[in-house]
């Protein structure tokens, strides 16, 4: 199944039955459901950032301690690209399935924050958030800035950096247990815009195969987890999303 621009696209009617009839649902987003935001993804080929940049020398707490300049610029950079753009129609019919299924659990791996500014509420953000800080030694929130150089935190004079989990560190205690949770309990899972390589992320789509939840998959490109999903929808989470709204509301 493919969604490109010039095709259109039809949801599967199974799916369609499927959907209509649960209540409990899962979505989880990558960076990218944010690529027709123009915020660029990580591990895309030419645009991904981790194309054009050395991850082991940005997000890792080693980087920031060796160099807190350069790295705090880069996330500089990125919250001013961030903040020049706005959410897209992916974002946007996540908003309107959240008021179709009041249950729906929204997990985020994105840090950009483009879900709660379309309007989705109680988003589980297992990354982390790019625009807030916190102290790099004593972990105590910051103000958010816009300096060039990260400030020091009020509590203890260390300096802050950006509240995203970096490479090696563990995922929020709370994010982490409220996704579990909502797994464990979902009928359907959906996985939009993710490469699927990245744990434990990747191992909620994985749960919810083992229970034997309806896992749909909505990329551009074929991951690990298209094979075993029950559907893989490919093409823009921009398309198929506003398409399964449509019909989830005529449903
Ligand atoms: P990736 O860059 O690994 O994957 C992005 C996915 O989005 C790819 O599978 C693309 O095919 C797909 N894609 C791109 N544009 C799309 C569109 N318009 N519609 C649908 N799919 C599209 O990004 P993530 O999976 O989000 O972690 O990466 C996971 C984590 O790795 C990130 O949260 C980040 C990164 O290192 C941290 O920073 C901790």
Redesign the pocket.
Known sequence: MTGSEQDPIEVPSTLVNTLVKTEQWVVMT????S??SGVP????AQT?L?AQYD?QQL?TQEAFENNPHVVWQWYQWRRELIRNTSPNPAHRALVDLQRLRPNLILVT???DGLHQRAGSTNVIEF?GNIHRNKCSHCQKPGPESEAAQPPNCAHCGELLRPN????GESIPRVALQAAAHAIETCDVFFS???????YP?AAMAETALTRQAIVVE????P?PLSSRADFALQG???QWLPAITDLVRAG
């Open positions: 990558g960076s990218g459901i690529a027709e993804t990580f591990r895309d991904g981790w991850p997000a791996q994105n840090v990354h995203v989990v970096w490479f939009v815009g993710t490469s699927s390589l990245v992320a909505i990329n551009l490109n991951t823009l989470a921009g």
